[in-house]
DNA sequence: AATTAGCACTCACGACAAATGAGTGCTAAA
DNA sequence: TTTAGCACTCATTTGTCGTGAGTGCTAATT
């Protein structure tokens, strides 16, 4: 289908694009002659500029002015153009090593470190927790009859508010909560508990207290993973000239604000895409103008999260996809060293 | 000093900025002969207002347009004039009472709800932790010769990642641990403690590895805390005119995103300050056309956090002030009843 | 001494017109 | 199929002018 684009059009489109992301203005005929195809006349350029515009790659502002590339075109420049040479990558490599110390460091704070490099905004989500194992639930005595609980997951261990225990025999109290407890718990997941309400019931009334604060812990914890979105860099959005528009910037704001929102439009239904390049508003109704590039991370086979950019539609994918990439390498070297 | 305003000059500087907060237009001498004024010409008013300028309490964008009230009109403002009165008050708290089932929603989320209320920006701070006091460190005993370190303070527990054990007689070593952490670290500030790198020094040798890992666990905690800042309703800013123009909107979102201008512009040096008010430039370099008024809360003598709203300098600041005395009412009465 | 009416003056703002020039589409020739 | 040439379009810039809001000043009034 739109794969055929003749070898001329595809340089004309690709000049085009690369353009308009250092330049942010229009391209005539003559200036993509001039930088890009000196061997044919601007009056052929011109021509095919017609035709792309025919197919919808291009627009016009207004007719005395140069193309845009439109929507459309990225999604082609993207999907069909764009290659990330192994110098691309070397690149990428170097800065990511000179720049950080160690994979610790990129982990920790890897929105600030894909800002920065890429210069866009960024942002990390922590993926759906449902996969999270429970290995244990233990009450640890503390002091004024209260007990301390702990959720011990294949994935750190959750710890949150003391709970109150029953005025006597605190420890023998103790010693029988945890035995049901770890009965109760231990090896589920935690989409199976959040789901379960009535594991309750069937425990002994004595304990009732006990698990329900214990669930409600755990349900807590689970949304807080789920709504943790980092946002890095905020402000690198005015470095690009469309957000002169403060009707753009609105648009911005009140998407990278939204944690759901956020979500709607990264979260892809699909499991296995490892990197989405959402463009323009055919992507998602709210992306008018901008675009949102973002890939899935995993460990030990187990997604952990997302992490991506969004900016301007005219974005330098080459490089975001290539930062990406790196950082998803930087992970499998992790993994493998340990 | 500046306290010395005619009744009349205090009437027509009250008008000026109530009108200014309302319309955000500049006002002109007819318009407030008009709406607050009528009983004297307009002439005497241009010559009141004349004085008020030579002062240093108005501004005029050009020769031909109103007045609008400086940073200084606002400060004189906020200082004598402005009083809240018991029915305003009410009104707040009677919003307070509808919008949220519990002081505990406050507490939880008190940015959002200030946010909500006065239709500002809000952001929520942290307080220093340097008067936290340690209770007790405990080490529980988890799997794999691994080991949960607790830290009980009187502001909750900290836990976080396990810490490895040496291989053999755990349970042994974990005891003998317990009492030297307790003894070592129980009844102390978080503050000392960070200032007291030589405490590893004086232990023995075996548990050195140990001691350094809870350290560091009580530093980051600490850091982590004073670093934590919360902003609420950003997109609200677009409300209001001013934030029309691109650069102001720069200025605030470099503002809002950074931490550390916040803290600088929000920490006060004398700690008895309980409402700080700061409006424009003279306050703080970065403020520019902007006000911050924040509010310091205590909970049982200690100071736990600010709260505060951040906009443009025709600030609601009845309303914000309001607001946050009457949540400042709620923190003592919560106080009380406990 | 304070207030007021009256009036000349200033200046932002919007409307309109004219000039400019960048870039196009089309046509006819190579 | 490509190209040179040219007429055409239209955003942008610049300049001029009229309008009106609001002021500052002065002279008269209380």
Known sequence: MDKELSERRKKILTALIDSYISEAEPISSSAIQEKYLPDVSSATIRSELATLEEMGFLTQPHVSAGRIPSSKAYRYYVDNILEISDDDTEQIKSILETKYDSIKEIVKDGAKVVSDITNYTSMLMISSTDNIVINDVKLVDMYDGTALVLVVTNNGTIKDKDIKLPENNVKNYIEVANGLLYRSFAGKKLVEIVHSHNIIDAQLHDFKEVFEQVLNLIIDYKKNRE???????????????????????????????????????????????????????????????????????????????????????????????????????????????K
Chains 1, 2 share one sequence.
Not at 314 to 323: E, P, Q, S
């Open 227 to 337: 709504e943790q979105v980092v946002i890095e860099g905020k402000d690198k959005i005015f470095n690009y000239p469309e957000y002169n528009d403060i009707n753009n910037v609105k648009n911005f704001i009140s998407i990278v604000d939204n944690k759901d929102k956020l979500h709607e439009i990264v979260d892809e239904k699909d499991g296995s895409i490892e990197f989405s390049v959402k463009i323009g508003k055919d992507a998602d109704e709210k992306l008018e103008d901008m675009a949102v590039v973002s890939a899935k991370y995993k460990m030990n086979g187990e997604e952990i999260g997302q992490l991506g950019v969004i900016g301007p539609q005219r974005m330098n994918y080459k490089k975001v996809l290539a930062v990406l990439k790196e950082i998803g390498k930087m992970f499998e070297d992790l993994e493998n060293n």
